[in-house]
């Protein structure tokens, strides 16, 4: 029986983790000049940099536009991984038990 169970919980594992990488989130910052995109794994997937978009050759200020939007942007990837957890959660729960995480 419990064996049952683990091995379904490796599967949802798997098909969980194939279900964040499908999902993207972005997120700009100056107007354009970085934006970055990273999936629900909280991956980055890409950096773009439009140097037309920067005020100059300022490399502490490209560092902080960077720090700031890959935060903001795992921020997103977070928050779409928890939606999908409560999801995959409630799927798991007996009917009538999907709240008691405060699930949807």
């Known amino acids: 029986m419990f064996g049952d169970l683990m091995g379904n919980m490796e599967a949802k594992k798997e098909e969980m983790f194939q279900k964040l990488s499908a999902i993207e989130v972005s997120d700009s910052i100056g107007d354009g000049a970085v934006t970055i995109k990273a999936n629900a794994n909280r991956q980055i997937l890409n950096i773009s940099i439009d140097k037309s978009k920067l005020s100059s050759d ?6 902080d536009l960077l720090l700031t939007v890959v935060n903001r942007t ?19 729960l007996p009917p009538g038990l999907g709240n008691l995480f405060g699930g949807m």
Do not use: I, W
């Open 58 to 63: 300022d490399m502490e200020e490209l560092e």
């Open 74 to 92: 795992l921020e997103k990837a977070a928050e779409k991984e928890a939606e999908e957890s409560q999801k995959m959660m409630n799927d798991l």
